[in-house]
């Protein structure tokens, strides 16, 4: 520091080789206070950085208080330098502020923007989305909302990186900075270079394309000033090396304010939310992200030796993943980083030179292995913790006592959770869970279960990023607790839903999250909404969820009384729609209708099984398929499907079933219908039907083979479409039952013969090995007395 100038202490975000100069030159110049670039709404937060329940990465928040949705943050590592000036600042008792943009404007900027999703550099995954990029990045362009326009957009680092001759400008930095012990003789040293080339491209580039960075660097010189006159020019500045060669041009007061004049501005709050090392990554879609975020905060830990440490974290995971990886790996692994950093004019084995020993010693060539150390070291999932005092919306609050209650910690690495809905824990579990997707907030994705396919069991697929804290702060408008939220949301959309399979969808819903209050209006609107609507197809789309929500019902203990009636209702107006419906269709319209004969044929059976003023309407279903398969205005598809169906639920003998076969399938029906009846019929799993019944694999191949040239390659995407879908060993066994004829033999046991791996007759000994197996799986063996013989009526 020298007269009245600052110490400037120009910085690469996120860089650890910054962080630690950072903290060399703090603790040689000992400045009487330290000044940050960052929103200076969040002064008041920087305290908390130094409680023990603050775990970086974590990042400032900041959203607008009338459109939480629109947001910006402005994220911190360890290894990131302001991180390091904080923690420096705090633990000597000198003052820290932020001297960046207030929130306030940077926000209100992003609202005058028609689209913001059309910027090159926003931060936030999905389009359209109202997020700004994280305003403190040097190397990246800093404003979301300036139109990327004729300027031309310099990436300071790729600049420079390109005149020295790299190719990349992670490796040209890490050559220059993270590699050369910067500051270790003169702590100034990294900063006065660093600023002379940043000088030098702000003389040749302007700003860069950065036009409103014009604007934030006139309001930090400001700021600047006034800690100049409050302590006595004895002032310390870390903010990215970009903004250097301006915070020191001598400019007048006066023109920096007109600068500011008239900026828009929103209510703003701002808070501390976790973040993740994923999210810090370029792959994560934040704008200032770096590659290898792992990495660098290996680098910036590691007190010694960081390319052994590093090859010992890569053995250790690897073992983990059952892979051999011995101490003589590791040794060899670092002789040969060390060897290619040589090799290639480095002063220490990088990234690259550890990588490609890793794939060549411990992944022996292979890629596989070598993706999941990217993944999960040079990335990684650490995911920041935020004390309990952090301020945050009343929802976010309620959130997190729940998350402790049920021991529901949320984690950046993706997992599976089992739920069993018998349990209360797991039940509230599914609750919450549950009541987050109906207020966006997508924590948790349900999978389909692995060990069972009852209701009373969910999984579901867990992983937390940090952008959920603002759908969190978007949904706190519905309500102060996650329940209040979910009802007032639900009942809300309810009101708004555009079509009846929204409305059913939504009871399904309202259900499975436990949400008392809130079905009663669903249920008057789905009565109304069902009631209006004359579209089969759409009642169909509706039943499915209705009478999956019943069976939720019943795991829940939920009355569904309401909805049983409203099913069966729609059931009634689907049975007398369906017929007429089903004439004169397409063949698109034929197949989406086919689907839905599906879907209501699913949706009847667990109608069915629920007993009450439902039980018969199995009957005037099946009443309904027959009627459907006999009439040859239907669509070839549906008539198909409708007796495979009918076939299926023992409503059709085989001998009627082969019967209408062969008269769909005689020489007088076209083709193209033939092959459509055909699709429909063995369809969706009707592979093995044509392998058990060799009568009807002998109509279809007498068919088939009997089609004129001229129309086989008209109804050879059909048949393709079909038989594509089975499974390989259902598709061999009908080649092997073609080629041999089917039809020659008669009986079960026949239609194995000539097929490779069958005999004629049974095999007892082959059967004796599997009973041990199976007396296992029947729980036989905790059973005293009984024989082996006992397994038929067991398994009967």
């Not at 014009?214 to 010189?221: C, H, T």
């Not at 002063?347 to 060549?360: C, F, K, Q, S, W």
Request: aromatic letters at 4%.
């Amino acid at each position: 520091m020298t007269g009245t100038e600052p110490l400037l202490l120009g910085v690469r975000h996120h860089g650890p080789g910054s962080a630690r100069a950072v903290r060399a030159a703090l603790a040689a110049a000992w400045p009487r206070v330290v000044l940050i670039e960052g929103p200076p709404e969040a002064d008041p937060l920087i305290p908390l950085a130094a409680d023990e329940d603050m775990r970086p990465p974590v990042a400032l928040l900041a959203h607008a208080v009338d459109e939480p949705g629109r947001s910006a943050f402005w994220p911190l590592a360890e290894f990131s330098p302001e991180w390091v000036a904080i923690r420096w600042a705090l633990e000597h008792g000198v003052p820290a502020r932020f001297i960046d943009l207030p929130a306030t404007h940077t926000l209100a900027w992003g609202r005058e923007e028609k689209d913001t999703s059309e910027t090159p550099d926003t931060e936030g995954e999905p389009t359209g989305e109202k997020r700004q990029p994280d305003p403190t990045a040097p190397d990246t362009p800093s404003d979301p909302d300036t139109p990327s326009g004729p300027d031309i957009r310099v990436d300071p680092l790729a600049v420079l990186a390109e005149t020295a001759g790299y190719d990349d400008p992670e490796r040209w930095w890490e050559d220059v900075v993270e590699h050369r012990g910067a500051g270790e003789r003169d702590p100034f040293a990294p900063f006065t270079a660093l600023e002379e080339a940043m000088g030098a491209l702000r003389e040749t580039y302007g700003a860069g394309g950065h036009d409103r960075d014009l604007v934030r660097e006139a309001y930090m010189r400001l700021q600047v000033r006034a800690a100049q006159r409050e302590f006595e020019d004895d002032v310390a500045v870390v903010c990215g090396a970009w903004h250097v060669p301006a915070l020191r041009q001598r400019t007048a007061v006066a023109a920096d304010r007109a600068l500011l004049k008239g900026l828009p501005k929103v209510k703003a709050e701002l808070t501390w939310v976790p973040w993740t090392h994923r999210r810090l990554s370029r792959a994560g879609g934040y704008g200032a992200g770096i590659d290898s975020p792992g990495w660098y905060g290996h680098l910036f830990a590691a007190p010694d030796r960081p390319v052994e440490r590093w090859m010992t974290k890569v053995a250790g995971l690897l073992r983990e993943e059952d892979r051999i990886v011995s101490p003589a790996h590791v040794i060899e692994a670092v002789r040969l980083a060390e060897t290619l950093a040589v090799m290639r004019g480095r002063p220490l084995a990088g990234l690259g030179e550890t990588t490609d020993a890793i794939r060549a010693v411990m992944c022996e060539g292979s890629d596989v292995p070598l993706s999941l150390v990217r993944d999960r070291l040079v990335v990684g999932d650490v995911l920041g913790e935020v004390p309990p005092g952090a301020p945050a919306v009343p929802l976010q609050r309620d959130l997190d006592r729940q998350q402790r209650r049920l021991r529901l910690k949320p984690e950046a690495l993706e997992r599976e959770l089992e739920l069993d809905l018998r349990k209360e824990t797991d039940a509230a579990r599914s609750r919450l869970l549950h009541r987050l997707r109906l207020l966006a907030v997508e924590w948790g994705e349900p999978i389909a279960s692995r060990g069972s396919t009852g209701t009373f069991r969910e999984t579901w697929r867990l992983r937390w990023e940090p952008e959920l804290a603002v759908r969190v702060a978007e949904a706190g408008v519905w309500g102060t607790t996650v329940l209040a939220a979910a009802t007032a949301k639900a009942e809300a959309d309810a009101i708004g839903a555009q079509s009846l399979a929204d409305v059913t969808a939504l009871a399904e819903h309202c259900l499975l999250a436990e949400l008392p209050d809130t079905l009663p209006v669903v249920m008057r609107i789905l009565a109304d909404r069902a009631a209006l609507d004359t579209d089969v197809g759409h009642l169909a789309q509706a039943l499915p969820a209705l009478v999956r929500s019943l069976r939720y019902g019943d795991v829940r203990g939920t009355d569904t009384g309401a909805l049983t009636e409203v099913a069966a209702g729609l059931a009634e107006r689907i049975f007398v729609g369906l017929p007429p419906a089903c004439t004169a269709l397409d063949a698109d319209a034929a197949e989406e209708m086919r689907r839905h004969v599906d879907a209501v044929h699913g949706a009847v059976g667990l109608l069915g099984d629920a007993g009450g003023e439902t039980s018969d309407l199995s009957g005037r279903w099946r009443a309904v398929l027959r009627t459907l398969s006999a009439r040859d205005t239907v669509p070839g598809v549906i008539r198909g499907r409708a007796v495979r169906l009918l076939l299926d639920g023992g409503e059709l003998g085989p001998d009627e079933a082969a019967r209408l076969m062969g008269l769909v399938l005689s020489p007088g029906t076209p083709p193209a219908d033939a092959a459509a009846w055909i699709e429909g019929f063995v369809g969706g799993g009707g592979g093995l039907l044509l392998v058990h019944d060799e009568r009807l694999l002998g109509l279809v191949d007498a068919w088939l083979t009997g089609v004129p040239a001229e129309a086989f390659t008209d109804v050879l995407p059909l048949l393709r479409r079909t038989f594509s879908a089975y499974e390989p060993g259902v598709r061999r066994t009908l080649g092997e039952l073609v080629r041999r004829g089917p039809g020659k033999q008669t009986g079960a046991v026949a239609t194995a013969v000539g097929i490779s791996g069958f005999g004629a007759e049974l095999d007892a000994g082959r059967a004796d090995a599997v009973v041990p197996v199976l007396r296992l799986m029947l729980g036989l063996d905790d059973l005293a007395g009984n024989s082996d013989n006992e397994l038929v009526g067991v398994a009967g």
